[in-house]
């Protein structure tokens, strides 16, 4: 079956569409607004609910895009595990995916923050493993530098082993609780972890009984050689990050490809894109609200933008002049730029059209139309091999959403390769996934 995760994001992800006279205002840590996208996303059947996330303030260096929310930066945000437990008090089915990282945390209260997101949701938690993509963040942990990429991956896989043996402390029958005999733990039943690594030295046990789950569901985000090793070796779900078809298709084959040499089968690993939705009653519904939200771009915004995109100063270029030839590299120079500059020039698109065009996907495969027209496209990478699931992101909330599960859902269902009722009790069931055994304790 295909997978399916929503942001819980009011705010939404057109960086214009929270301009929107229907998107909802007051979006700034509003938990009631987040409690409706969690119910429609219930109502859809997702998978899960997907709060990313960092530890510091990203962006002020861009300040004329960080005031119009442009790169959808997040300034003032729950943290995950906080927000998905008040979530799971108000949902009673659907996965709650909280972003960590492992560069800042440390496990042990981690891996007791997510035993305790899994005992309180009834098995629903789901951890998304990352290193921290802002390097700012490490000011705020008293290091002058981002930990380098290599030495951050080395500590993530330790980290999650750490977990699992933290989560393995106590068998399922451990806590007896006999009134008669008077005996409440079983002392025999307990495993204290000792762990001493390269990183990290944890002894445990954990104070949190096994998690319903055994372990949370582990996602994770990276794309690098390392970060692809880790999702092989450790993860359950990985997101992906391929714009098209034919990109997902090789991500795709890349990642089932690495399973075997960690003992894992292909059915392993689920394989996430993300896409950006706008779908409406009908194909010309769908038009006239993204062309809305496009209008709602303010052009030195949309510059600002795609010179931050393209790592050189587009502001005094004319909005409706050819795409110019790029600047020399800058330090970073990425790949981003020159695959933009040639799609512009491949299409003879002016800056305007340029940003129009970047905007609205942020890297992501824009699916636009009808509800029949948005499931064609997913039922076709789903069934080509390019995806397990989507990561589904819209414009503005609450219509985004909402259009989804009553537009998209349906067809997707009527096809066949979408779920008609949440299987099972746990999130692991949801997907497919057994429960792990506890090594330290033969089951009860
Ligand atoms: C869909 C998706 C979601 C991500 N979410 C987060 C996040 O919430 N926090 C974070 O620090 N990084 C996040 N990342 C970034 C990755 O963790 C990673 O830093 C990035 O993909 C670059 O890969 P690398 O670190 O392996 O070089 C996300 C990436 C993707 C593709």
């Not at 000792?194 to 055994?214: I, S, T, W």
């Not at 582990?218 to 990985?238: H, K, N, P, Y």
């Not at 600002?304 to 795409?323: E, I, K, N, Q, V």
């Not at 942020?362 to 989507?390: M, N, P, T």
């Amino acid at each position: 079956m295909l997978s399916l995760i929503t942001g819980l994001h009011p705010v939404g992800n057109h960086p214009a569409g929270w301009r929107h006279p229907k998107a909802w205002t007051d979006t700034v840590m509003n938990l009631e607004q987040m409690i409706d996208i969690a119910k429609t996303a219930e109502r859809g059947l997702f998978d899960m609910l997907f709060i990313s996330d960092g530890n510091g303030v990203a962006g002020l260096e861009w300040p004329e895009l960080f005031e119009a929310n442009a790169l959808t930066f997040k300034p003032a945000v729950f943290e995950p595990v906080t927000v998905l437990s008040a979530i799971a008090m108000h949902t009673q089915r659907i996965g709650l995916l909280a972003t960590a990282t492992t560069t800042y945390e440390e496990p042990y209260t981690l891996a007791r923050k997510f035993a305790s997101l899994d005992h309180i949701s009834k098995g629903r938690a789901c951890w998304n493993v990352v290193t921290s993509s802002n390097a700012v963040d490490s000011l705020n942990f008293g290091k002058e530098e981002h930990l380098a990429r290599y030495d951050r991956y080395e500590r993530a896989a330790e980290f999650v082993q750490v977990c699992k043996g933290l989560w393995d402390s106590w068998a399922d029958d451990a806590f007896v609780q006999d009134k008669v005999s008077g005996k409440y733990f079983d002392l025999n039943r307990v495993h204290v972890l000792d762990h001493q690594g390269k990183h990290l030295k944890v002894k445990g046990p954990l104070n949190a009984a096994r998690p319903p789950q055994g372990y949370p569901v582990l996602f994770s985000a990276g794309q690098s050689e390392q970060g692809r090793e880790l999702a092989a070796a450790t993860s359950d779900c990985v997101f992906a990050a391929t714009p098209t078809q034919r990109q997902a298709i090789d991500f795709y084959n890349d990642m089932k490809g690495r399973l075997a040499r960690h003992g894992r089968q292909p059915q392993d690993l689920r394989i996430m894109p993300g896409c950006v939705v706008y779908v409406g009653r009908t194909e010309a519904e769908a038009q006239e609200d993204f062309e809305e939200q496009q209008a709602l771009i303010d052009p030195a915004v949309g510059l600002r933008h795609l010179s931050h995109y393209c790592d050189m100063d587009l502001t005094g270029h004319a909005l409706d002049a050819p795409f110019p030839e790029l600047t020399a590299d800058g330090v970073g120079g990425s790949s981003r730029r020159y695959a933009i500059a040639g799609l512009a020039r491949a299409e003879g698109l002016t800056l305007r059209q340029t940003y129009e065009r970047m905007l609205p996907s942020f890297g992501h495969v824009v699916l636009k139309g009808s509800g029949a027209q948005v499931a064609d496209v997913i039922e076709d990478w789903y069934r080509s091999g390019a995806c397990d699931g989507f990561n589904v992101h819209v414009g503005y909330q609450p219509a985004g959403l909402r259009n989804f599960v009553d537009f998209v859902i349906p067809e997707l269902q009527r096809r066949g390769i979408f779920r008609t009722a949440y299987p099972g009790s746990t999130l692991r069931d949801v997907i497919g996934l057994s429960r792990p055994a506890n090594p330290f304790f033969a089951s009860a």
